[in-house]
């Protein structure tokens, strides 16, 4: 079985998908620098899967102590979620921005092709089809247009990645395209919380259920859907960990770069999920009607095909478990502050 390095494993996606790679049977290798993550996820993939596994401490910035990682393990695959993600900061500290996401990934090829690591996957983002595109999206569509720094570095990454298939014609790169991760693992020892007050709905609508905010607002509802607010493919965290790992099996027979969105192929809108949480957590989530958010769009999905099709894989998860399973692990977080943890 191949041995995986995970790099910024002990955040939001990568943890669970570290998970799913141990529950499949693969070795791996976690790297991380705690920049929006802390060591308490690696503890807890530990005690989910109740399997070890060699954690490093380690900034990809730092070139000589993230060799260390290939000198000391001997590394089949990468999958590569490290990365700054916060789009708003992304625009007041564009080089920031730039400097982690580019260098790191850059860093990271640079060690692939000195250790002979000839198996990638990337995390990239349903931001890179920009806003011209009719939807659903496929992968085929046209990209680019980004409109932040951070959209522009999954863009930016995605050409660097294609273009150094080409002197390394027996490497096999797939680029990820996720739509909105929301949901948690089942075991509520994993999830998503974020430092200050959240950007994306699912955290807001989490604290705002906890009582820690008073009030969702809903920005729009003048928007050409269904019921005037902003639509989204929301994706179970779960579901996107085992796409990776049809990805990581890709992989083995296939040469070059290539694209697949992990996506469900629904939209729903700010209000369904609203709605959703209310009926999968009992609990009433205020809100109210604010002007839209620049820079949103209105609607858009994935085109959930092309997964299903060559990598064997389809989102199974509904919008109901996705919520009842993000209030699952804010009650447990709510659970531990009060026990003082
Ligand atoms: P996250 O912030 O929870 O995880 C990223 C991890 O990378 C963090 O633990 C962070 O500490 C680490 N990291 C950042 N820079 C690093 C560096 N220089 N060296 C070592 N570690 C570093 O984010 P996530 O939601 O798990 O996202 C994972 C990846 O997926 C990111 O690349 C993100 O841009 C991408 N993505 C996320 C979403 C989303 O909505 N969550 C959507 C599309 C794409
Ligand atoms: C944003 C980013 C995207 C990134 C993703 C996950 C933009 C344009 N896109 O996607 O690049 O990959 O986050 O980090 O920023 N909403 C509210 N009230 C809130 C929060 C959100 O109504 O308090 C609405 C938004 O207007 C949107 C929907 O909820 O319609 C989802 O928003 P969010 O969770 O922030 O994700 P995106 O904007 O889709």
């Known amino acids: 079985m191949m041995n995986v390095l995970v790099t910024g494993g002990a955040g939001f996606i990568g943890s669970h998908t570290c998970v799913e790679l141990l529950e499949c049977g693969y070795q791996i290798v976690v790297m991380d620098n705690f920049v929006n993550s802390t060591a308490a996820a690696v503890d807890a993939i530990k005690k989910i899967t109740g399997k070890e596994f060699p954690f490093y401490e380690c900034d990809m910035l730092d070139l000589e102590n993230f060799e260390k990682i290939f000198?000391?393990?001997?590394?089949?695959?990468?999958?590569?979620?490290?990365?700054?993600?916060?789009?708003?900061?992304?625009?007041?500290?564009?080089?920031?921005?730039?400097?982690?996401?580019?260098?790191?990934?850059?860093n990271l090829i640079a060690l692939m092709e000195k250790y002979g690591v000839k198996k990638l996957i990337f995390s990239s983002s349903a931001t890179v089809y920009g806003a011209k595109n009719p939807i659903p999206y496929r992968e085929d569509m046209e990209t680019g247009g980004t409109t932040n720094p951070y959209g522009s570095t999954k863009f930016m990454i995605e050409q660097i990645l294609k273009d150094e298939c080409v002197p390394h014609p027996d490497w096999s790169v797939i680029l990820l395209r996720y739509f909105n991760p929301i949901g948690a693992h089942p075991s509520g020892l994993i999830g998503e919380d974020p430092n200050g007050i959240p950007n994306n709905l699912m955290p807001y609508i989490t604290?705002?259920?906890?009582?820690?905010?008073?009030?969702?607002?809903?920005?729009?509802?003048?928007?050409?859907?269904?019921?005037?607010?902003?639509?989204?493919?929301?994706?179970?965290?779960c579901d996107l960990a085992s796409g990776h790992v049809k990805a990581l099996e890709k992989t083995e027979t296939m040469q070059g770069a290539d694209v697949y969105n992990l996506g469900t192929g629904?939209?729903?809108?700010?209000?369904?999920?609203?709605?959703?949480?209310?009926?999968?957590?009992?609990?009433?989530?205020?809100?109210?009607?604010?002007?839209?958010?620049?820079?949103?769009?209105?609607?858009?999905?994935?085109?959930?095909?092309?997964?299903?099709?060559?990598?064997?894989?389809?989102?199974?998860?509904?919008?109901?478990?996705?919520?009842?399973d993000s209030w699952n692990f804010t009650k447990k977080r709510m659970e531990q502050e009060a026990a003082g943890k």
């Open 207 to 237: 604290r705002v259920a906890a009582g820690k905010l008073p009030c969702l607002s809903v920005y729009g509802d003048d928007y050409p859907t269904h019921d005037g607010t902003g639509v989204r493919d929301y994706i179970h965290v």
């Open 266 to 324: 629904c939209g729903s809108s700010v209000l369904d999920v609203v709605h959703a949480f209310e009926e999968a957590s009992g609990v009433k989530v205020t809100y109210k009607i604010a002007p839209r958010r620049a820079g949103d769009l209105a609607e858009y999905y994935a085109d959930a095909t092309k997964a299903k099709k060559e990598l064997g894989w389809e989102a199974k998860y509904n919008l109901l478990d996705m919520c009842r």
């Open 71 to 106: 000198q000391e393990n001997k590394i089949d695959a990468v999958i590569h979620f490290a990365g700054l993600k916060a789009v708003g900061e992304s625009v007041t500290k564009p080089w920031l921005y730039y400097h982690n996401n580019l260098v790191s990934t850059l």
